[in-house]
C-alpha cells in the first residue's frame, strides 16, 4: 500500500438553495485502498461524490487528483482523470445490449462497427482479469440487477478507471451477490485501482474497507482505520448519538390467524407467472417476514393482498371474512374496510403524492371516511388536528402539516405513511421495505412501533430486502424465490443458509 | 382487367405523391422523438417551410433556393423549440402547439402583406418549381404489359424530392442502428443520465436531433408549396404534420415501418380524392371525411392496444434535469 493520495478534496462546499450540502468537506483518499464513505441518508455522501464525477460543481474548494490540482466540470472530464463511478440508480440504456452500454460514449469511430471488434476483445479481457462475466450481447433490461451493477463496474473499467465510485452497490443484491462484489472490488484492489465505496451499512465498511469517513448533515465528522474503530463507534458518529444496534424484543405470542392466504396465484402484465401457489398464515400477535431478492415476486404478492393488483386465483380470510381475490376487481378500499393497513414498498409511487400538503397526505386512501367530511367538503380543521397528533406521536420532522411531503427526509416521509396506517388500528398490517431510504435514527423508531403493534396483538406481514431487518424483526421468516416460496426458517437461522434459499439453491442444503 | 390495373396504378401513383410529405415529416419527427424531445410542431414547421418555399422561389425563380429558404425556416422554427424544451425545459407540448399557432398566423399574415392575394404566394414563375423526372428508359418500357405502367408510372415521373424521401429511409435506419450518433441518440432519448455520466453532453445532442428534424420538415414543407404545387396556399398542410405523428405511432418509432405507415395514409388519401363523389357497389357513397378520418381511427386503435404495443422512447417529453432542486 503506497501513501500518495489517489484523491484528496479540501474545502468543498455545495448548497441546493437554503440546503448546505456539503459542508467544508476535506478528504483524503490514499491509492490503491479502499475507502469508505459512511453516513445517513441525506448526510450528503452521494453530493460529494457526484462533485467528484463532475455531475454537480462544488461552490467552493478544490480537487486533487494523484496529487495535482484539477478542475472537473462535466463527467467527461472525471473519465479522463481516470474516475469510474457506479450510480446507486444504474446509468444504463435498458433496451440496448451490454456491448452498446459499454461503449456508450467511447464507441471508437463514427461507424459503430469501427470500434466494437476492438471493444469485444476488451470486454472480454476485462472479464477475464476481474471476474466480470455478463454476455455482451444479452439485453441489459432483461438481466438480474446484479449483473446490470457488473454492467456498471465494466463500463467504468473499459474507460480506463483508475478511482472507481460505488454508490451504496449493495442495496439491490442478495447476499452471495454481495460477496461476489466484494470479491471484485477486492480484485481492483490488489491490480492497484482505488475503490471509494458509499454506504450506509456498517456491516460492508467493517468487512472491504481500509479506511472509512463518516458523514454526518453534511459534514466530515471522522476518518478512522477501519481496523482501528467499531461499528458501535461508527453509528455514534454517523447519527450523534449512541443508538441502538438491536431491535428489542420479547418473543412472540402468536394467537388466532388473521390472515389467511391460500393458493395465490398472480401473472403480471407480460403475462409472466409472477406469484405462484403462495399459501401462508399470519397470526395475531407475529410478524412474519418475507425475504427474498428484490424481484421474485414479494412486490406483487404485498400488491395483490393489498387489492391493488388482480389474482388468477387465490381465496384470503382477513380477520374473519373470506374473499376470493379472482372474483373481485381489485379493490384496496374493501380490502382495508376489512382491516388490513398497508404501508406500500415504494412510498414516492404508492404511498404518497409528494405534492401534497402533510395533511392531505396523511388521510390518503381514507379521505372518504366520516370523520374528515364536513357534508360535501373535507374538514380540513379536523384534519390537521389529527395530522398534528400524529406528527407529535411520530416525531415526524419538521412537525409543519401544511409542508409538502417533498420537503421531508426519507425517514420522515416513511413516518407520515406508517402513521396514517397504523392509526387506523388494522388488525393485519403489510409493510413493504419499512426502512429503504430511512435514516438509522428513523430506522430503530419504525422498529420500534412495529414491534409494539405487533405486542397489541396485530398481525404483520413484513416484506424486506434487507435480511438483516428480516432476522431482527420477524418471528417467522419465509423465504420467497422466483415467485414461489422456498422455505420457512425461524429468525435465528443461519444467514449463509438463508442466502441459500434466497438464491434459489435450497435443494443442495435441504 | 386492363382498366382496374391502370386504376391501381394510378391510385398507387398518387399514394407515392401523398405520402412523400408524410414520410418527410415523420422521419422528422422520429429524429426529434428519438432523442427525448416531443414534437406536435411538425405541423407548423411544415407550414412555415412551405411559405419560405414558395415566396423564395417565387422571387428568385429557383426551385433550389426555394428548398433552401424552406429549411430555413423550418430550422429556425425548430431552434425556437429546442430553446424552449431542451434550454429552458420547458413542456414540449406547449411549445410544440405554440409553434404550430405562430406559423398559422404568422404566414398569413406575411402572405398577405407580401403578396396581397389573400395569403398565397403568387404562382410560380418556370424554374421555381421542381419538375418531374423522367427515369431513364422509362419510355421505352411505357407500354410492355404490368411493368410497363409500374415503372414507367409508379417509380419515374416524381420529382426529386420524392427521391430524397424514400432515400431517406435506409439512410436514417443506417445512421440510428449504425453510427456511434445514432446510438447517442437513441440513448438520450431512452435514459439521458446514462449519456450524461458517459461524458457526452445530452444538450448538444437534443439539439442535433431537432436540428434534423427542422431539416427533414423544412424538405417535407417545400414540397407542398414548389413540388406538388405551384405555390403557397394558406394553411396547405392541412394537418399532415399531425397525420405524420400519428404515422410515427403507428410506427412505433422505426424507419422502415414509417415508410409503410406513411404508404398507407397516404393510400387512404389517394382513395379518398379517388372515390370522391363516385358510389360504390353495395355501400353507396362514402363521404370522403370517412377516409380523411381513418388515419386517426387507425392510430387510436392501435393506441388501444389492438395491434401491439406502441413503446415511445422512455425519456421522451421529459426535460432533462441534471441538479436536484
New interface residues.
Given amino acids: 500500500m503506497t501513501e500518495t493520495a489517489a484523491i484528496e478534496l479540501r474545502g468543498v462546499n455545495k448548497s441546493?438553495?437554503a440546503v448546505h450540502a456539503n459542508k467544508d468537506i476535506d478528504l483524503l483518499v490514499k491509492k490503491g485502498t479502499i475507502h469508505g464513505i459512511i453516513g445517513e441518508n441525506g448526510a450528503g455522501k452521494s453530493t460529494l461524490m457526484s462533485i467528484l464525477?463532475g455531475?454537480?460543481q462544488a461552490d467552493s474548494g478544490s480537487i486533487h487528483v494523484d496529487g495535482v490540482e484539477v478542475k472537473i466540470s462535466?463527467?467527461?472530464?472525471?473519465?479522463?482523470l481516470g474516475i469510474g463511478?457506479v450510480?446507486q440508480h444504474f446509468?444504463?440504456?435498458?433496451?440496448?445490449t451490454v456491448l452498446?452500454?459499454v461503449?456508450?460514449?467511447?464507441?471508437g469511430?463514427?461507424?459503430?462497427?469501427d470500434g466494437t471488434q476492438r471493444a469485444r476483445e476488451e470486454l472480454y479481457r476485462l472479464e477475464q482479469d476481474y471476474e466480470l462475466k455478463v454476455d455482451p450481447d444479452a439485453i441489459v433490461g432483461e438481466l438480474a440487477v446484479g449483473l446490470q451493477q457488473r454492467v456498471e463496474i465494466l463500463?467504468a473499467l473499459f474507460r480506463g478507471a483508475e478511482i472507481l465510485i460505488l454508490d451504496e452497490p449493495t442495496g439491490v443484491l442478495t447476499p452471495s451477490e454481495a460477496d461476489h462484489l466484494f470479491k471484485i472490488l477486492n480484485v481492483l484492489k490488489d491490480q492497484g485501482k482505488t475503490v471509494l465505496l458509499i454506504t450506509h451499512k456498517l456491516r460492508e465498511i467493517m468487512a472491504i474497507t481500509d479506511e472509512v469517513s463518516v458523514m454526518r448533515r453534511g459534514e466530515m465528522v471522522a476518518t478512522r482505520k477501519t481496523a482501528d474503530t467499531s461499528m458501535s463507534e461508527l453509528a455514534e458518529l454517523m447519527v450523534g448519538r449512541s443508538v441502538l444496534l438491536e431491535v428489542e424484543k420479547t418473543p412472540a405470542q402468536p394467537k388466532q390467524t388473521v390472515l389467511d392466504v391460500q393458493n395465490l396465484r398472480v401473472t403480471d402484465s407480460r403475462g409472466v407467472r409472477v406469484v405462484k401457489d403462495v399459501s401462508l398464515q399470519v397470526k395475531a400477535g407475529e410478524i412474519v417476514g418475507i425475504a427474498g431478492v428484490s424481484g421474485n415476486g414479494q412486490s406483487e404478492l404485498l400488491e395483490t393482498l393489498a387489492g391493488i393488483r388482480k389474482a388468477d386465483h387465490g381465496i384470503i380470510t382477513l380477520a374473519g371474512n373470506t374473499l376470493d381475490l379472482t372474483k373481485v376487481s381489485p379493490d384496496p378500499a374493501e380490502i382495508r374496510g376489512m382491516g388490513l393497513g398497508h404501508v406500500p414498498e415504494d412510498r414516492h409511487r404508492m404511498g404518497l403524492i409528494n405534492s401534497f400538503s402533510e395533511y392531505e397526505n396523511a388521510i390518503l386512501g381514507y379521505h372518504q371516511s366520516e370523520q374528515y367530511s364536513n357534508g360535501w367538503l373535507l374538514d380540513r380543521s379536523a384534519i390537521k388536528q389529527e395530522a398534528r397528533d400524529a406528527i407529535e406521536k411520530y416525531d415526524i420532522r419538521p412537525p409543519n402539516p401544511d409542508l409538502k411531503t417533498a420537503n421531508f427526509s426519507g425517514g420522515n416521509q416513511q413516518k407520515i405513511v406508517l402513521a396514517r396506517e397504523i392509526e387506523r388500528d388494522p388488525e393485519v398490517l403489510l409493510v413493504g421495505q419499512p426502512t429503504r431510504g430511512v435514516d438509522i435514527g428513523a430506522i430503530e423508531f419504525i422498529h420500534k412501533r412495529l414491534i409494539e403493534l405487533r405486542d397489541q396483538g396485530k398481525g404483520i406481514l413484513l416484506v424486506s430486502v434487507e435480511l438483516d431487518e428480516i432476522r431482527s424483526l420477524a418471528d417467522r421468516i419465509i423465504v420467497m424465490f422466483d415467485g414461489a416460496i422456498v422455505g420457512e426458517r425461524e429468525p435465528g437461522a443461519d444467514e449463509t443458509e438463508l442466502g441459500l434459499l434466497m438464491a434459489g439453491v435450497e435443494g443442495e442444503r435441504a | 382487367m386492363f382498366e382496374n390495373f391502370q386504376t391501381l396504378i394510378l391510385i398507387l401513383d398518387s399514394t407515392v405523391r401523398l405520402s412523400t410529405p408524410l414520410l418527410l415529416a415523420c422521419l422528422a419527427g422520429l429524429y426529434s422523438e428519438r432523442s427525448g424531445i416531443v414534437d406536435i410542431g411538425l405541423e407548423g414547421k411544415m407550414l412555415g417551410a412551405a411559405f419560405g418555399a414558395g415566396a423564395i422561389a417565387y422571387l428568385t425563380g429557383n426551385a433550389w433556393l426555394g428548398l433552401l429558404g424552406g429549411i430555413g425556416v423550418a430550422i429556425l422554427l425548430a431552434l425556437l423549440h429546442g430553446y424552449a424544451s431542451i434550454t429552458n425545459r420547458g413542456n414540449q407540448i406547449v411549445s410544440g402547439v405554440a409553434i404550430n399557432f405562430l406559423a398559422i398566423g404568422l404566414t398569413a399574415l406575411l402572405g398577405q402583406s407580401w403578396f396581397h392575394q389573400g395569403g398565397r404566394t403568387p404562382p410560380l414563375p418556370k424554374g421555381g418549381r421542381f419538375q418531374d423526372i423522367v427515369l431513364p428508359g422509362a419510355e421505352a418500357v411505357k407500354d410492355v404489359p404490368f411493368l410497363g405502367p409500374i415503372y414507367y408510372e409508379l417509380l419515374s415521373g416524381h420529382n426529386i424530392l420524392v427521391y430524397v424521401a424514400f432515400a431517406a429511409v435506409p439512410l436514417t435506419w443506417w445512421v440510428l442502428f449504425r453510427t456511434r450518433f445514432g446510438l447517442r441518440l437513441r440513448a438520450v432519448g431512452e435514459n439521458p443520465a446514462a449519456v450524461d455520466t458517459a461524458g457526452i453532453s445530452v444538450i448538444l445532442l437534443r439539439y442535433r436531433a431537432v436540428i434534423i428534424c427542422g431539416i427533414l420538415t423544412g424538405i417535407a414543407g417545400s414540397y407542398l408549396s414548389i413540388a406538388q404545387s405551384s405555390g403557397f396556399i394558406k394553411d396547405m398542410t392541412a394537418g399532415k404534420g399531425y397525420i405524420a405523428l400519428a404515422a410515427l405511432i403507428f410506427a412505433k418509432w422505426k424507419p422502415v415501418n414509417a415508410m409503410f405507415a406513411c404508404l398507407l395514409f397516404g393510400f387512404l388519401d389517394a382513395i379518398a380524392i379517388r372515390l370522391q363523389g363516385q358510389a360504390l357497389p353495395l355501400i353507396g357513397e362514402v363521404p370522403v371525411q370517412f377516409f380523411q378520418a381513418l388515419p386517426y381511427i387507425l392510430t387510436v386503435i392501435l393506441l388501444a392496444g389492438f395491434i401491439g404495443k406502441a413503446i415511445p422512447p422512455k425519456a421522451s417529453g421529459v426535460p432533462y434535469l441534471k441538479e436536484r432542486t
Fill in positions: 441546493f438553495g464525477y455531475f454537480y462535466d463527467s467527461r472530464q472525471a473519465i479522463g463511478m450510480h446509468m444504463l440504456v435498458e433496451s440496448f452498446e452500454n461503449i456508450l460514449g467511447a464507441e469511430g463514427a461507424r459503430l462497427a463500463k
